[in-house]
């Protein structure tokens, strides 16, 4: 498990690029047959890149419960996974969970004997999670591509028509602090989040996907008047500390998931950045 220690704004403006990647950025979150897993202070995070290819994973296998103090991991955490490859399997100690390809699963508090199994030997099942501090047991549910609250943004004449699926959202069902959900850029466009904003009640991680090769998104972050950028290839993770702008162009369209957690779970509460005053 690599552990992800917080920064300061002051501190990270005189990062270089390489401070900036080391700091934010995971370049590889899926490992055949390995869970890969970072642990971050911002807001206490965990996300994980679970790649059963040949083999059932067990998370106990690949988690250090004293790193948490805790008898196991989901003794006062939560998790929302998204499936990006083909069928899973997610077994638990009370139930057994059936994921199709970008399906979504809420296990809620106080789950255990959590393992990941891929049911197409020619697709293994890519599952990408997100567990955040709980303090009520909420229900375990599958919420299916269809389930999903979509939400369609932005325009072809500002190259940022896109369409959010909001899985794991207060529209959608209860959780203690956990957002999650599946961004897609439209043919032709390749901005998100511009004009962009932070919220200091919430960081934010994404995931990016869908970036062909040969293809970049340039993941910009910082304070709105120290703007940086992360140049993102598929399949890497950015996390987004609460005082930082997190705003994405790529040479082509693409996908992301995102997850939030913090103070609240309101969608839209958003510190918009004047375009005018950005640098």
Known sequence: MHINYNSNPVDAKTYDTTR??????TEEMFKDNEIVTVYSHIDRIVVMGVSPK???LVLDDFIN?????????LQRRELGMINLGGKAEITTKEKVYTLQHKDALYLGQGNEDIVFKSLESGSPALLYCIS??????????IIRLEDAKVVDLGDQSNANARCINQYIHPDVLPTSQLSMGLTSLKAGSVWNTMPPHTHERRMEAYFYFDIKPQQVVFHFMGQPQETRHIVVRNHQMVLSPSWSIHSGCGTQNYSFIWGMLGENLTFDDMDFVDMNKIR
Do not use: Y
């Open 20 to 25: 900036l990647r080391d700091e934010f950025l």
């Open 132 to 141: 955040a501090p709980s303090h009520h047991i909420h229900p375990s549910r």
């Open 54 to 56: 040949n083999n059932n």
């Open 65 to 73: 419960n004293k790193d948490f103090g805790t008898d196991f991991f």
